[in-house]
T-cell receptor
């Protein structure tokens, strides 16, 4: 059973298109994240949702819009894709709060290539 | 804002030697410090973590130390093996988010 699954694994698209990446976790966690990993391997947090509510929104362009229909899902929609959006996007989940903090489990990543 | 600095960015050791990676964090509210290993083309996976009420933790060849006063924490890998070659990330959880260091590419030469 996959703990955190995201689709698609690979995404190649043209500049200007709109695309979505889906993420689901079956761990019963209350917090989900999106990270962007660029060519230099740096894992930069983009968004964090706790119990379907946005709690962290780092400085990312408005073209990126997360949607959390329920605690188990956090999707990422990207409008008007640009060349600089090319990266690997990781979804992750954890349990957060006080002494019950858990490790973050990552999805397998989505390699987005904008041409 | 919150920041985690990680050093060195690359580390090359001979098989059997020890490797040490160091991190510092800025958010004094941080209370959870995991370390992740990422092999080429794969997802980051937790290898060890430590909470703020503990100074040291060991798991076989891997150990982590935490100095809350200095806001430092370190990963120690002893008796390195070629399969330890990967990118290692430290992270710190403060108020609501898990912030990662820049990563250390560890190469273990046979």
């Amino acid at each position: 059973d996959t703990a955190v699954s995201q689709t698609p694994k690979y995404l190649v698209t043209q500049m200007g298109n709109d695309k979505s990446i889906k993420c689901e976790q079956n761990l019963g966690h209350d917090t989900m994240y999106w990270y962007k990993q660029d060519s230099k391997k740096f894992l930069k947090i983009m968004f964090s949702y706790n119990n379907k509510e946005l709690i962290i929104n780092e400085t990312v362009p408005n073209r990126f819009s997360p949607k959390s229909p329920d605690k188990a899902h956090l999707n990422l929609h990207i409008n008007s894709l640009e060349l600089g959006d090319s990266a690997v996007y990781f979804c992750a989940s954890s349990r957060m709060g006080g002494r019950t903090n858990t490790e973050a489990f990552f999805g397998q990543g989505t390699r987005l290539t904008v041409v | 804002g919150e920041n985690v600095e990680q050093h060195p960015s690359t580390l090359s050791v001979q098989e059997g030697d020890s490797a040490v990676i160091k991190c510092t964090y800025s958010d004094s509210a941080s209370n959870y410090f995991p370390w992740y290993k990422q092999e080429l083309g794969k997802r980051p996976q937790l290898i060890i973590d430590i909470r703020s009420n503990v100074g040291e933790k060991k798991d076989q060849r891997i150990a982590v130390t935490l100095n809350k006063t200095a806001k430092h924490f370190s990963l120690h890998i002893t008796e390195t093996q070629p399969e330890d070659s990967a990118v290692y990330f430290c992270a710190a959880r403060g108020t609501g988010k898990l912030i990662f260091g820049q990563g250390t590419t560890l190469q273990v030469k046979p």
